[in-house]
């Protein structure tokens, strides 16, 4: 059985940093890209990062170019969202996914993680 879990949200004031983690399980990480994406109270839930499966390209979500940064550690089958500069529109749920293109369109993702919060205050 295939599981995501993401870890590592919280509460931090505007400007703080923190760092997600998406663990896979059931799989190899390896042998796919993995995603994250994000979705704020009443909203749609939209594309933030991407990695391909060797870690050797990422994409980035115009917002979030800059801040934040997408990396794996394929041995450890985890893949991480550092985020800094973080702003009260950051606040968001945010879900991990994995597939086999490193792509912005969240139906191409197969597996998804529960989410974990973010929340930044002002």
């Known amino acids: 059985q295939v599981q995501l879990v993401e870890s590592g949200g919280g509460l931090v004031q505007a400007g703080g940093s923190l760092r997600l983690s998406c663990a896979a399980s059931g799989r190899s990480f390896s042998s796919y890209a993995v995603a994250w994406f994000r979705q704020g109270p009443g909203k749609e839930r939209n594309f933030v990062a991407t990695?391909?499966?060797?870690?050797?390209?990422?994409n980035y979500a115009e917002a979030v170019k800059g801040p934040f940064t997408i990396s794996r550690d394929n041995a450890l089958n985890t893949v991480y969202l550092q985020m800094n500069s973080l702003k009260p529109e950051d606040t968001a749920v945010y879900y991990c996914?994995?597939?086999?293109?490193?792509?912005?369109?969240?139906?191409?993702?197969?597996?998804w993680g529960q989410g974990t919060q973010v929340t930044v205050s002002s």
């Open positions: 996914a994995d597939g086999i293109v490193a792509t912005t369109k969240r139906h191409l993702y197969t597996y």
């Open positions: 990695i391909t499966k060797w870690g050797d390209s990422t």
